[in-house]
């Protein structure tokens, strides 16, 4: 299966739940794909003592996730493109829809 996830939370309990199901997915050997959209931009700051979404992230790319993050969100909240926060566009958004036989939003 081809599973796409889009976060727009910053609710770290949330989006280190959408990072799990990531991982988890991509254990199943699905190809996964993750986009970060608005308030989602912040996940790679969003760790707590409880949630280590840093982790699950850092985990989801050596799985071979593939990870996008709205480069206009990004830019808003004046940020820089980083590993964990890949600036990108609508068109990789709108890729992601079109390949995925599934599409879930966090």
Request: charged fraction near 15%.
């Amino acid at each position: 299966m081809k599973l796409g996830i889009v976060i727009t939370s910053n609710h770290p309990e949330t989006v280190w739940n959408a990072f799990r199901l990531g991982n988890f997915s991509l254990n199943q050997n699905d190809k996964t794909q993750i986009f970060l959209m608005a308030n989602g931009v912040e996940a790679e700051n969003l760790s707590t003592d409880q949630f280590n979404v840093g982790e699950q992230m850092e985990l989801f790319l050596a799985n071979g996730g593939i990870l996008f993050a709205c480069g206009t969100c990004i830019k808003i909240r004046k940020k820089n493109s980083s590993e964990l926060c890949p600036m990108s566009n609508m068109a990789d958004l709108y890729g992601i829809i079109n390949q995925s036989d599934k599409v879930i939003s966090f």
